[in-house]
C-alpha cells in the first residue's frame, strides 16, 4: 500500500482547502474493515489525529478542533481519500499525512494520533495566515 498526498499550500484564514490522498493498493471494503485517515504535526508540536473513517462501516471520527470544519471522504472507484477543509484557522497550520491499516479500531487511531498505523503517505504542509 502506497499514499501519496497532495493539496497543501497556503490560505488565508477562513477559507477552504481540499486535501488528496492517492492510494495505491488494497486499504479495505466494507467486509474488511480498515482505517483509513488525517493526520497533523505542527512544528514542536505531537502528531495529532484529524479525522478517521472506517471502512467497514463508514464510521467517520474527528477531533474537536476540527468538527463542523473539516470532512474526510474516499472515492473507492478512484482510490482516493480527501479532507475538506473549510473555515480554516491559524491553528490549523501543520503538516498532514494521510495514512492506513488493517486494524478497524478508527477512534483509537484518531486518538492516539495514529501511531502504530502500517502505512503512511510523506506529508503536504498547510499554512494557514490571519
Known amino acids: 500500500v502506497q499514499l501519496v498526498e497532495s493539496g497543501g499550500g497556503s490560505v488565508q484564514a477562513g477559507g477552504s482547502l481540499r486535501l488528496s490522498c492517492a492510494v495505491s493498493?488494497?486499504?479495505?471494503?466494507?467486509?474488511?474493515?480498515?482505517?483509513i485517515g488525517w493526520f497533523r504535526q505542527a512544528p514542536g508540536k505531537e502528531r495529532e489525529g484529524v479525522s478517521c473513517?472506517?471502512?467497514?462501516?463508514?464510521?467517520?471520527y474527528y477531533a474537536d478542533s476540527v468538527k463542523g470544519r473539516f470532512t474526510i471522504s474516499r472515492d473507492n472507484a478512484n482510490n482516493m481519500i480527501y479532507l475538506q477543509m473549510n473555515s480554516v484557522k491559524p491553528e490549523d497550520t501543520a503538516v498532514y499525512f494521510c495514512?492506513?491499516?488493517?486494524?478497524?479500531?478508527?477512534?483509537?487511531?484518531?486518538?492516539?494520533?495514529?501511531?502504530?498505523?502500517?502505512?503512511w503517505g510523506k506529508g503536504t504542509q498547510v499554512t494557514v495566515s490571519s
Open positions: 495514512a492506513a491499516d488493517h486494524e478497524a479500531d478508527s477512534s483509537f487511531y484518531l486518538t492516539m494520533g495514529g501511531y502504530g498505523m502500517d502505512y
Open positions: 473513517l472506517n471502512t467497514k462501516d463508514g464510521s467517520t
Open positions: 493498493g488494497f486499504i479495505g471494503t466494507a467486509r474488511d474493515g480498515w482505517t
